[in-house]
């Protein structure tokens, strides 16, 4: 459930970033930060490690308008895809209300989408929460790479493999050039945005 502070009547909203390391996650936000740099009154942290961009997150608060008499700040988050970094992650998605799931549409990286939507699914297990039901969007990132030759997996096999049984949102997209990053995030707003307005009533 959101954070609610009924005396500043606020709701703040969460949402994470997710997927394997170096999918796209952090470039994400760089592209939202850059774009709406006017509406976010906060600086972006971003703590980079060795050979992983983002230990804890980049922390973005967007005022997005009211729910129910309540304003609405959203906060956007981004989790480590390294392995090794999992208590980091599951600590990130403490409190979480939305989740873009940030796969890798480079060939090569097929089973680490996977591995990593499966790992989102157990971490969301500690907070009793299910994947199944929190609102959730695919975004397949990298596609510009193949004018480049670089291998890509189509959209049908990104489906198959990761979106066959959840059926939720899905976008081809390119965080580097910004193509679909923001539909992304209109995205995830709206259904989460949706989720907290039925658990307010």
């Given at each position: 459930?959101?954070?609610?502070?009924?005396?500043?009547?606020?709701?703040?909203?969460?949402?994470?970033?997710?997927?394997?390391g170096?999918?796209?996650?952090?470039?994400?936000?760089?592209?939202?930060?850059?774009?709406?740099?006017?509406?976010?009154?906060?600086?972006?942290?971003?703590?980079?490690?060795?050979?992983?961009?983002?230990?804890?997150?980049?922390?973005?608060?967007i005022?997005?308008?009211?729910?129910?008499?309540?304003?609405?700040?959203?906060?956007?988050?981004?989790v480590?895809?390294?392995?090794?970094?999992?208590?980091?992650?599951?600590?990130?998605?403490?409190?979480?209300?939305?989740?873009?799931?940030?796969?890798?549409?480079?060939?090569?990286?097929?089973?680490?989408?996977?591995l990593?939507?499966k790992?989102?699914?157990?971490?969301?297990?500690?907070?009793?929460?299910?994947?199944?039901?929190?609102?959730?969007?695919?975004?397949?990132?990298?596609?510009?790479?193949?004018?480049?030759?670089?291998?890509?997996?189509?959209f049908?096999?990104?489906?198959?493999?990761?979106?066959?049984?959840?059926?939720?949102?899905?976008?081809?997209?390119?965080?580097?050039?910004?193509?679909?990053?923001?539909?992304?995030?209109?995205?995830?707003?709206?259904?989460?945005?949706s989720?907290?307005?039925?658990?307010?009533?």
């Amino acid at each position: 459930m959101a954070f609610v502070n009924l005396k500043k009547r606020e709701v703040q909203v969460k949402i994470v970033y997710y997927g394997p390391g170096r999918g796209g996650k952090t470039t994400n936000l760089e592209y939202i930060y850059g774009k709406f740099n006017d509406r976010i009154q906060t600086e972006m942290v971003t703590v980079k490690t060795h050979g992983d961009r983002t230990l804890f997150f980049d922390f973005l608060p967007i005022d997005i308008g009211k729910i129910n008499g309540y304003t609405a700040k959203m906060q956007l988050y981004t989790v480590p895809g390294q392995v090794k970094y999992n208590a980091t992650r599951r600590l990130v998605l403490r409190g979480v209300d939305g989740i873009v799931f940030v796969a890798d549409s480079m060939a090569v990286r097929r089973e680490k989408n996977i591995l990593s939507l499966k790992n989102l699914h157990e971490n969301l297990k500690n907070y009793k929460k299910s994947i199944f039901s929190i609102p959730l969007v695919f975004q397949y990132n990298k596609v510009d790479l193949a004018e480049q030759g670089i291998p890509i997996l189509p959209f049908a096999t990104m489906e198959k493999d990761l979106n066959s049984q959840l059926k939720r949102p899905a976008f081809e997209a390119s965080a580097v050039t910004g193509t679909n990053v923001v539909s992304t995030l209109k995205k995830i707003i709206t259904m989460t945005m949706s989720s907290i307005k039925d658990e307010l009533k």
